[in-house]
């Protein structure tokens, strides 16, 4: 997981698809035969369990990747939605196991579904991608102000070679003949780090105005 952006967008994918899920096992529970929905129960049954995993280990363990950690009431939200898919979990196997709901159960779950499970997994993806996008975006700009100050370090220690290198060429021409190989080298180090100072100009300008 290179960046907390990238972190955000997996969770999501991972959690978000548990609510259709729920709802999916809801409509399985009403339909008077449910073996006619084998791939569907299937599929919002890994649904689920991809959503838990996610949210039981798979989620802290990005986040630790990461050396970043959910406020309190995030980390609360985080367990209320665990605790919010057991009674679809519950339903999914009374479903596997042939066993057919009664009215009060599926009435019951509806009621999660709509009350319970929805609004909690919403509100957690919610308060999660702003979290996560948030701490992001201000790692991205501390980067971004370490780079520069890396960048002006350099230029600081390129405009010090260019005055060694031009005291070098006057030391050099005074001393005549003698000089004149090292005042070539000198001149040319001049020109190198001219060039060095350039291209970083050019750099600490683009950050500068991103």
Do not use: W
């Not at 970043?68 to 009674?87: I, T, V």
Request: some cysteine; glycine content about 4%.
């Amino acid at each position: 997981m290179k960046t907390l952006a990238d972190l955000q967008n997996t969770a999501f994918l991972a959690i978000g698809p548990s609510r259709i899920a729920a709802l999916s096992l809801l409509s399985l529970a009403r339909a008077e035969d449910a073996s006619k929905g084998k791939d569907v129960f299937k599929m919002s049954v890994k649904r689920l369990d991809v959503a838990r995993d996610m949210l039981r280990k798979d989620l802290p363990d990005l986040l630790k990747e990461q050396e970043h950690s959910f406020p309190g009431d995030l980390e609360a939200q985080r367990d209320a939605c665990l605790a919010a898919l057991e009674p679809a979990f519950s339903m999914a196997r009374d479903l596997e196991a042939g066993r057919n709901p009664s009215l009060s159960q599926i009435e019951n779950f509806d009621d999660h579904c709509l009350y319970v499970l929805e609004p909690t997994v919403s509100t957690f993806v919610a308060d999660m991608t702003k979290n996560l996008l948030e701490t992001h975006a201000q790692r991205m700009k501390a980067r971004d102000a370490e780079m520069i100050q890396a960048i002006n370090n350099a230029e600081s220690v390129g405009r010090n070679i260019q005055l060694i290198a031009f005291n070098a060429s006057v030391e050099a021409a005074r001393i005549g003949e003698m000089g004149r190989g090292f005042a070539v080298i000198a001149t040319e180090i001049r020109q190198l780090s001219g060039k060095t100072q350039t291209l970083l100009d050019d750099i600490s300008d683009l950050l500068r105005s991103a």
